[in-house]
């Protein structure tokens, strides 16, 4: 991924969680995310993200005990 978490947080900002990855890939599309981060995004394991922490957890490669 080469997507900065400061560009996937903006994508993401205002979002209510919890939240399928599908369902946030669908709502950074829909605030105009670059198409670098909706492919980044997309690269996420497909499971439910309580918070946006649990996103930035998995999108830094740092979830504990997450299945890669």
Same mark, same amino acid.
């Given at each position: 991924?080469?997507? *900065?978490? %400061?560009?996937? @947080?903006?994508?993401? !900002?205002g979002?209510?969680?919890? !939240? /399928? !990855? #599908? @369902?946030? &890939? *669908?709502? %950074?599309q #829909?605030?105009g %995310? /670059? @198409?670098? &981060?909706?492919?980044?995004?997309?690269?996420?394991?497909?499971? *439910?993200?309580?918070n %946006?922490a649990?996103?930035?957890? @998995?999108? /830094?490669?740092?979830? &504990?005990g997450?299945?890669?």
């Amino acid at each position: 991924m080469r997507t *900065s978490m %400061a560009d996937i @947080e903006h994508a993401l !900002k205002g979002i209510d969680f919890p !939240k /399928s !990855k #599908s @369902e946030i &890939v *669908s709502y %950074a599309q #829909s605030q105009g %995310a /670059s @198409e670098q &981060v909706i492919t980044d995004l997309q690269q996420l394991p497909d499971r *439910s993200y309580t918070n %946006a922490a649990d996103v930035a957890q @998995e999108f /830094s490669g740092k979830r &504990v005990g997450g299945q890669r």
